[in-house]
């Protein structure tokens, strides 16, 4: 071999080698779906178990890990598990929404591959077929910063998952007959903390243990299906570190009001009197206020917990005030090294207004939810495969509703998958205004966005004059609070399907919710993976040709 030959087939070896070695590191999880059953208030009931677990397990990752989990269902029911907040950077396709996944059928399984590209912070995942959320099926996920990328605070003695949410005695499959013969859930039988309700006598063994003068980081979220909820810890402050993907300015809270599908990361130190405490979590906006209450044990802790229970905070002014004080960390880095003020949203102009209205009515005699006069129905056929495939007229019409809905369109309310179009890479302005006299939790799919304002009233053009420009916090889900609004923007810059849902789940399944459509006009690999050779197909697309794949 000549010494020239010898040295091309050296750099190609040499070059293969940094390729495997820059690959991001993987995880790989075997999930098994079951049913088991609990009894957190003290009657026995079906719930939703992985792997054993109620919760299910956390999944602990880095920045840019490729996560692999292989799901087998072993429900008696399609199921889909949904990575709430995580951005799927061009995979829409691991999403895990009817809109762009077929569901994983009884007795097999389905492997998802996806990328926390370039995202930090507390996320959790839920099921989105059925009633399933209702059952269980949900746990933690978090996203901690690669090793040489500061955080703004110092590493804590330890990190917990804290996982609160409304829950109701009946069984999932009850509340989905009650929703499909058209009536309300109605309100919900207690407060679990991560899977429990516990009785907070001290008899039980301790929710979490803190060692004398240390802090701790407790990740924060509310994984029930209706409730807003309030979260404090007797007699510790709490400081704000992250919210949904973003370092925040650390100020410091006695509560925090957790609206349905949000996550706050929050420091606590241990420097008080050793002995046990109260965690408290206590629904908001109820006529009737459901309390759970755990126990934090010091480990030298020599008392039980004090019988006095910190108050919670009553009305929503005061949950719209707290909002106002969460401001984005402009120093910080976040998932690369640049301080998150790098980015001037402010900045950047609108190029699009979209005012999305919430409504309640009576379709045939039944309940519906819906937006802009539009109640989202699943088709057969998810509307990213019959997209992919090229036979969109035969699933969905695009742009059913308007931008601007006139003021009787949430009156008169259609049955029909609801697809907006938005235009690849346009900064957006989307209005969530509600006119009912409850509280909405909004999420949007595949982004994040800055939340600029909450504000009591309708939304004008000259509402924007309050819009918050600097320092909004970059998240994926937001509160509207009755008669009120909230402005979001965000650059349609992931191409795919992507769902805006309602939190709220009895509202989702019966209509909240629409897709974004985010094409790109050149097919492009750069903007878009391909979809996946084990992606499941159903309806109309089963048995069709594969499209040409995209190229580069």
Not at 299 to 320: D, F, R, Y
Not at 330 to 340: F, H, Y
Not at 426 to 448: A, L, M, P, R, T
Not at 477 to 500: C, E, R, Y
Request: charged letters at 20%.
């Amino acid at each position: 071999m000549g010494p020239l030959r010898f040295m091309f087939l050296l750099c190609l070896s040499a070059a293969a080698m940094s390729m495997v070695r820059s690959e991001d590191p993987y995880l790989f999880f075997t999930w098994n779906v079951t049913y088991g059953t609990i009894s957190p208030f003290g009657v026995p009931q079906q719930a939703i178990f992985i792997n054993g677990e109620f919760p299910g397990p956390n999944i602990n990752s880095t920045t840019n890990n490729n996560i692999v989990i292989n799901v087998h269902n072993n429900l008696d029911e399609p199921f889909l598990v949904t990575w709430h907040g995580i951005q799927h950077r061009k995979n829409s396709w691991q999403d895990g929404v009817l809109g762009t996944m077929c569901p994983i059928p009884p007795g097999t399984n389905y492997t998802y591959h996806f990328q926390v590209k370039d995202q930090i912070g507390s996320y959790i995942y839920y099921p989105t077929t059925a009633m399933h959320r209702a059952a269980g099926g949900f746990g933690g996920l978090r996203v901690n910063s690669r090793l040489l990328i500061p955080v703004p605070y110092a590493d804590p003695e330890d990190d917990y998952t804290v996982l609160i949410g409304d829950w109701y005695s009946k069984s999932h499959s009850t509340l989905k007959k009650f929703l499909d013969s058209g009536r309300s859930l109605g309100r919900p039988d207690g407060v679990l903390i991560n899977g429990k309700s516990p009785k907070g006598d001290g008899k039980e063994e301790p929710l979490f243990t803190m060692k004398p003068g240390k802090t701790y980081k407790y990740r924060i979220c509310n994984v029930g299906i209706k409730n807003s909820l309030n979260f404090r810890i007797q007699g510790h402050p709490m400081t704000l570190v992250e919210m949904e993907g973003s370092h925040t300015v650390q100020n410091t809270y006695e509560s925090l009001d957790v609206h349905v599908g949000q996550c706050f990361g929050v420091l606590v130190t241990a420097d008080k009197e050793p002995k046990d405490y109260y965690i408290v979590a206590s629904t908001r906006f109820t006529k009737t206020v459901l309390t759970t209450k755990g126990i934090v044990r010091y480990t030298n802790g020599k008392g039980p917990a004090s019988p006095e229970i910190p108050e919670a905070p009553v009305g929503w002014a005061w949950s719209l005030n707290q909002f106002r004080t969460f401001r984005w960390n402009l120093t910080a880095s976040a998932a690369r090294p640049n301080p998150q003020g790098s980015y001037h949203y402010g900045s950047i102009n609108i190029t699009r207004t979209i005012k999305l209205v919430n409504s309640a009515t009576k379709v045939d005699g039944k309940l519906r939810y819906a937006i802009n006069g539009v109640s989202h129905v699943d088709p057969p056929t998810p509307l990213k495969l019959a997209e992919y495939y090229g036979v969109p007229d035969k699933v969905f019409k695009y742009d059913i509703i308007s931008d601007d809905p006139p003021a009787d369109a949430v009156d008169k309310v259609t049955l029909a998958p609801n697809v907006m179009n938005m235009t690849f890479r346009n900064f957006i302005e989307i209005i969530f205004e509600n006119h009912e006299k409850s509280i909405q939790s909004w999420h949007v799919d595949g982004y994040s966005f800055f939340a600029v304002s909450v504000e009591p009233g309708r939304w004008t053009p000259d509402r924007r004059r309050n819009y918050n420009l600097l320092d909004a916090v970059s998240r994926h889900t937001i509160q509207v609070f009755p008669k009120s609004f909230a402005a979001i923007l965000l650059t349609f810059d992931n191409a795919g399907m992507w769902n805006i849902r309602s939190e709220l789940t009895e509202r989702r399944y019966l209509g909240q919710e629409l897709y974004s459509s985010v094409l790109s006009p050149a097919r492009s690999l750069r903007d878009e993976y391909n979809m996946p050779d084990n992606s499941l197909l159903c309806g109309i697309v089963k048995g069709l040709p594969k499209p040409p794949p995209y190229e580069i």
